[in-house]
């Protein structure tokens, strides 16, 4: 059975929804609004249009000469969407005919506001009317006798053009509703489609959940938004599954580091038992047992130093001359190693902001790494350049080198190039790791660059104070 991402109210397929309908809905509803505009402008113009030509026509009718006009044949050329006020010297209604009755007097004063010629609409009426002096004109009307008016104002009915731009405001709503409708059914089938990626997504997430490890969301590298995420999930849990891995070779390698002092620690302390210990053989077993458990607790400290550091811990931040720093280091390896080649290149003061204990611990495992896994006529220099931005130390030996398959792997925890070599010199595997979560503390960089046959050369780069 397929698994289907659910419509939710937080869901994305429904917030897609939501905005892509409200979108509908704005430009379905702008383009009805615009389109009844339009309309609307064009049937004023029209209508306004219509009022002037045959004003104009009426005009050039009574400059010719004075006209005499049969009132009801006035109104029948006319037409049913026109009509005639005729009003006298003083504005007042003589007669009105066709769509001028139900409003004479209004469009008789309405006319004397704007300039003769000129169409004024009368508001509620759906009246438009235009004024045309009328001097010398004579209108015969049944019963009322002649009439000589001193204008005509014509008039025209616009409510057949609102009705028809209502009944298109009416169709267009109906259609939107239609049109929106139907493309949301396409939107939904249409998203359903493009969230298949996400619900292959899901499913293969569960199933990592579950269990499968070394499942992965399936890529395409075809730049779409889907496979971006599937590739950045796919990041995470390769992190996540190396980060495991790491707990467990951790942990694997700190057992294993310290089963060997325990598993001496007990043999000493069951040959003791055992009555086979006595005299000078007691105190021989004794410092043994005291140098494994400084194995253990010096093991410990760095496992505890490197959670810290982890952590995010913060260091401590004060001023430090680097180049004082490794002056001391060198003075002490000079000692410890008397028959060793340990050199400092004449550098001026460096300062960096830090913790200078840990910084001073970074400078001892460097030096003292290239002392314990060189030969013993190698020698080892250390180096400092104080840049305008950073303070960069190198520690360089011309021993045999690191092969280049070891090279990724020098920062491990628990590495070692050569395991049992390393262990003779006492060595846990952890000094170089140390190293590194020091300077990344530090906001500094670290990095080793060696050949086999040439030597080795480790570079710390710390911003300068």
């Known amino acids: 059975?397929?698994?289907?991402?659910?419509?939710?109210?937080?869901?994305?397929?429904?917030?897609?929804?939501?905005?892509?309908?409200?979108?509908?809905?704005?430009?379905?509803?702008?383009?009805?609004?615009?389109?009844?505009?339009?309309?609307?402008?064009?049937?004023?113009?029209?209508?306004?249009?219509?009022?002037?030509?045959?004003?104009?026509?009426?005009?050039?009718?009574?400059?010719?000469?004075?006209?005499?006009?049969?009132?009801?044949?006035?109104?029948?050329?006319?037409?049913?969407?026109?009509?005639?006020?005729?009003?006298?010297?003083?504005?007042?209604?003589?007669?009105?005919?066709?769509?001028?009755?139900?409003?004479?007097?209004?469009?008789?004063?309405?006319?004397?506001?704007?300039?003769?010629?000129?169409?004024?609409?009368?508001?509620?009426?759906?009246?438009?009317?235009?004024?045309?002096?009328?001097?010398?004109?004579?209108?015969?009307?049944?019963?009322?006798?002649?009439?000589?008016?001193?204008?005509?104002?014509?008039?025209?009915?616009?409510?057949?053009?609102?009705?028809?731009?209502?009944?298109?405001?009416?169709?267009?709503?109906?259609?939107?509703?239609?049109?929106?409708?139907?493309?949301?059914?396409?939107?939904?089938?249409?998203?359903?489609?493009?969230?298949?990626?996400?619900?292959?997504?899901?499913?293969?997430?569960?199933?990592?959940?579950?269990?499968?490890?070394?499942?992965?969301?399936?890529?395409?590298?075809?730049?779409?938004?889907?496979?971006?995420?599937?590739?950045?999930?796919?990041?995470?849990?390769?992190?996540?599954?190396?980060?495991?891995?790491?707990?467990?070779?951790?942990?694997?390698?700190?057992?294993?580091?310290?089963r060997t002092p325990l598993s001496t620690i007990s043999g000493w302390l069951d040959l003791h038992r055992q009555g086979g210990l006595s005299g000078p053989g007691l105190e021989s077993a004794l410092e043994h047992i005291e140098t494994e458990v400084g194995r253990m607790r010096l093991l410990v400290e760095d496992l505890s130093l490197l959670a810290r550091l982890d952590a995010g811990r913060p260091v401590e931040q004060e001023a430090v001359d680097l180049a004082a720093l490794a002056d001391g280091v060198i003075d002490d390896a000079q000692i410890i190693y008397p028959q060793r080649s340990i050199a400092m290149i004449p550098a001026p003061p460096a300062p960096v902001v830090g913790d200078a204990l840990r910084l001073q611990q970074v400078l001892r495992n460097l030096v003292g790494n290239a002392l314990q896994h060189t030969p013993e006529h190698t020698s080892v220099r250390v180096g400092i350049t104080v840049g305008a931005q950073d303070v960069r130390l190198t520690v360089t030996d011309d021993g045999p080198g690191i092969a280049p398959e070891d090279l990724p792997r020098v920062f491990e925890r628990f590495w070692r190039a050569e395991a049992s070599r390393s262990r003779a010199y006492g060595g846990s595997g952890l000094g170089l790791a140390i190293v590194e979560a020091i300077v990344h503390a530090h906001r500094g960089e670290v990095a080793v660059r060696s050949e086999l046959g040439t030597g080795t050369t480790v570079t710390v780069r710390l911003p300068r104070a």
Do not use: C
């Open 1 to 258: 059975m397929k698994a289907r991402l659910p419509w939710s109210l937080s869901s994305v397929r429904l917030r897609l929804l939501a905005g892509l309908a409200l979108l509908l809905v704005v430009g379905l509803a702008a383009s009805a609004a615009i389109s009844a505009v339009l309309l609307e402008s064009f049937l004023d113009e029209r209508d306004h249009h219509t009022l002037r030509s045959y004003a104009e026509r009426v005009a050039q009718e009574i400059e010719r000469a004075p006209q005499s006009v049969d009132a009801e044949q006035l109104g029948a050329l006319l037409g049913s969407p026109l009509g005639t006020v005729v009003v006298d010297n003083e504005n007042r209604v003589l007669l009105s005919t066709g769509s001028a009755k139900r409003a004479a007097d209004a469009l008789a004063a309405l006319s004397t506001t704007v300039p003769t010629g000129s169409v004024a609409t009368l508001d509620g009426e759906n009246l438009s009317a235009v004024r045309i002096p009328s001097p010398g004109m004579t209108v015969r009307h049944g019963a009322s006798g002649v009439m000589r008016p001193a204008a005509i104002v014509l008039t025209i009915d616009t409510s057949v053009d609102d009705a028809t731009t209502n009944e298109l405001i009416a169709r267009q709503l109906s259609l939107i509703g239609l049109a929106l409708a139907v493309l949301l059914t396409l939107s939904i089938a249409v998203l359903r489609l493009g969230m298949r990626p996400l619900a292959r997504m899901a499913r293969t997430a569960d199933a990592i959940a579950a269990g499968s490890l070394a499942q992965r969301l399936a890529t395409h590298r075809n730049g779409s938004e889907a496979d971006l995420l599937a590739r950045a999930v796919n990041r995470a849990f390769d992190a996540q599954a190396r980060a495991e891995a790491t707990v467990r070779s951790l942990a694997a390698d700190t057992s294993h580091e310290l």
